[in-house]
Nanobody, 127 residues
Framework: EVQIVESGGGSVQTGGSLRLSCTFSGFTLREGNMGWYRQAPGNECEMVSS???????AYRDSVKGRFTISQDNAKNTIYLQMNNLKSEDTAMYYCAADAIRRRGFSGSWCAPKGDYGGKGTQVTVSS
């Protein structure tokens, strides 16, 4: 059964840190890229970071130098270490995986993914 489960969100003050986790089952990292998207109320869904199965990361400009994506093949988990958090980082964060698209998921990454799980995790940064 293909599933993704996000965790690690919470409420922190500006400058604080959080580590998000996305634990998955039913597929492997070799099936393609994985990553993180986020959406704040009133804003569009945006890609935060991605990682290839070889471990190559990519980041949107606004998080470069503050966020680090990583993967643990043994634990079937990817992580997003978020440091020096800012109020504009406040959003619901969702895990994404090419493997889910290949299995027919056609919805937005910034929404619960039905049978595939992926309900997201809330990050709130306050001053």
């Amino acid at each position: 059964e293909v599933q993704i489960v996000e965790s690690g969100g919470g409420s922190v003050q500006t400058g604080g840190s959080l580590r998000l986790s996305c634990t998955f089952s039913g597929f492997t990292l070799r099936e393609g890229n994985m990553g993180w998207y986020r959406q704040a109320p009133g804003n569009e869904c945006e890609m935060v970071s991605s990682i290839s199965f070889t471990g190559n990361p990519a980041y949107r400009d606004s998080v470069k130098g503050r966020f680090t994506i990583s993967q643990d093949n043994a634990k079937n988990t990817i992580y997003l270490q978020m440091n020096n958090l800012k109020s504009e980082d406040t959003a619901m964060y969702y895990c994404a995986a090419d493997a889910i698209r290949r299995r027919g998921f056609s919805g937005s990454w910034c929404a619960p993914k039905g049978d595939y799980g992926g309900k997201g995790t809330q990050v709130t940064v306050s001053s």
